[in-house]
């Protein structure tokens, strides 16, 4: 049974940062390409950043210079680091792994900014 779950939510003020970790399991984390999505109060769920197993990264243009997308083979986990965030980043944070065309998403934490 495949299991992503998420770390690191909670509040945190504008200027600050913030580290989140998806710890999975139930996969073969060396063929999966994982990734981040947030989903904000009345919008469309979004790629923050995705990593593949090669270590190729991708980030939406918002958070390019400000978030950093990185894996650990050893402990099948993938982190967010979040630098300099701002309030418009406030939003569910869903940890995402694709493994042989089928996608996985973790259960989401709440990331809250405050100006």
């Known amino acids: 049974q495949v299991q992503l779950v998420e770390s690191g939510g909670g509040l945190v003020q504008a200027g600050g940062s913030q580290r989140l970790s998806c710890a999975a399991s139930?996969?073969?984390?060396?063929?999966?390409?994982m990734g981040w999505y947030r989903q904000a109060p009345g919008k469309q769920r979004e790629l923050v950043a995705l990593i593949t197993t090669n270590g190729y990264t991708n980030y939406v243009d918002s958070v390019k210079g400000r978030f950093t997308i990185s894996r650990d083979k050893a402990k099948n986990t993938v982190y967010l680091q979040m630098n300099s965030l701002k309030p418009e980043d406030t939003a569910v944070y869903y940890c995402n792994a694709v493994m042989v065309s089928t996608v996985y998403w973790g259960q989401g934490t709440q990331v809250t900014v405050s100006s």
């Open positions: 139930g996969i073969v984390f060396s063929v999966t390409t």
